[in-house]
């Protein structure tokens, strides 16, 4: 059961780097840009994991791997926001969030419809 999880986490990694690095406003080497996302710094982090409280086993667990790798790399103890309440509180927050599994397909605020161009 424990194998399937490091490449879920391995994934969820992957795909915070490719969309973290669209090229507007990218850091490079030893220069900051203006569109990092930050998950630790110095030591610290406000991030939250969050995973929908309606997940499976396999996005749970996922969920608290990355919890634990980061806190493996960085030192910094990351929160895991896995019941409703908590999820919603994390998603409102104006801090960092790695959303893992089903609760990444959900969308935040109600689609709106966009005026066309003149």
Do not use: H
């Not at 879920?8 to 507007?24: I, K």
């Amino acid at each position: 059961m424990y194998r399937f999880a490091l490449p879920v986490v391995a994934v969820t990694l992957v795909s915070l780097v490719v969309s973290t690095a669209d090229g507007y406003g990218a850091a490079t080497a030893g220069r900051p840009g203006g569109n990092e996302l930050v998950i630790v710094d110095d030591g610290r982090t406000t991030a939250a994991v969050v995973v929908s409280a309606e997940a499976g086993p396999y996005e749970k667990l996922a969920a608290a791997d990355l919890v634990e790798y980061i806190g493996l790399i960085s030192g910094a103890a990351s929160g895991l926001a896995n019941t409703a309440e908590a999820v919603q509180a994390a998603l409102a927050g104006n801090d960092p969030v790695l959303i893992v599994g089903q609760e990444a397909q959900r969308p935040v605020q109600p689609w709106r419809a966009r005026s066309p161009a003149c």
